[in-house]
């Protein structure tokens, strides 16, 4: 069994072992001069203030513009819990990303921990868009408007969830969403040439998502293509898929696949 307070969160120190962009003092010479640059770090003090904590940290591998590249920063609140009847505990996250170039405004996107396999989920619905603060005249006044924006909607989340749990679905139905899944990973010329077992991406890793429900299924195949617990066959030999670590694909996958599994509910 999994112990609730196991799971630390981050210290400034290790913010900044993970993503120092984080805390970059000042802009990239290129910034328009009606860019106001603050730095991530006070958006982290800030999120403390309000009861959301930092537990994750990453930033995008730069060449160029070391120090100014996006970085994505998730926030959980230890006191924002969702405890379903079924023992599935959630914690809601924030998840932030932001740069330093002047090309990202500061993006808020609604985010879920599930305690079951310290598994984390992007949300996307058509009434969760992203929030965004743009690099001009931010207030800490602005950002707790906007965190009880997204907290207040925390109950659309909940909905969609418990729509999952309640959606039974066939085995063809699974496999059919399992297919279109893929187009979350790879291109469509890439599926046209490697064969996959279907029924093997739909098949829980643990007892807990043995369900036939849309939720079950959706964290099944979320959490193996991300993980890349799967395998493909390609030119006659068996090949085993990557984990995905670039946070950008992994954010623009999870929100694609939360979309498709509200599609069948």
């Known amino acids: 069994m999994l112990d609730l307070e196991k799971k630390d969160f981050l210290s400034k120190e290790q913010i900044r072992k993970q993503a120092p962009s984080v805390f970059t003092n000042s802009p990239a010479d290129n910034v328009s001069k009606h860019y ?47 405890n379903g009847d079924d023992g599935d505990t ?12 002047g090309k990202n405004a500061f993006t808020f996107t609604a985010g879920l921990f599930r305690m079951v396999c310290e598994n984390g989920l992007v949300v996307s619905t058509k009434e969760f868009e992203n929030v965004k603060m743009r690099h001009m005249g931010y207030t800490f006044e602005d950002l707790q408007v906007k965190i009880r924006e997204m907290v207040e909607c925390l109950p659309i989340t909940v909905e969609s969830m418990n729509k999952m749990k309640s959606t039974e679905i066939e085995e063809k139905v699974a496999i059919k969403f399992a297919k279109k899944a893929l187009t979350t990973r790879f291109s469509k010329d890439q599926i046209k040439v490697f064969k996959i077992d279907l029924k093997e ?6 007892e807990e998502d043995a369900g036939n429900d849309v939720w079950s299924l959706f964290n099944v195949v979320q959490e193996k293509l991300v993980t890349g617990d799967f395998s493909y066959t390609m030119g006659g030999k068996i090949r085993k898929a990557r984990e995905i670590k670039n946070f950008n694909q992994d954010l623009e996958l999870n929100k694609k696949l939360f979309a498709m599994a509200n599609e069948l509910v």
């Open 36 to 82: 106001t640059h603050i730095p991530t770090s006070v958006i982290v003090d800030d999120m403390e203030k309000l009861g959301w904590k930092v537990s994750d940290a990453k930033e995008v591998k730069a060449r160029k513009g070391i120090g100014f590249q996006k970085h994505l920063i998730v926030f959980r609140n230890p006191d924002v819990v969702i």
């Open 90 to 101: 959630v914690f809601p996250q924030i998840l932030l990303t932001n740069s330093h170039d």
């Open 201 to 206: 991406l739909i098949q829980p890793v643990r």
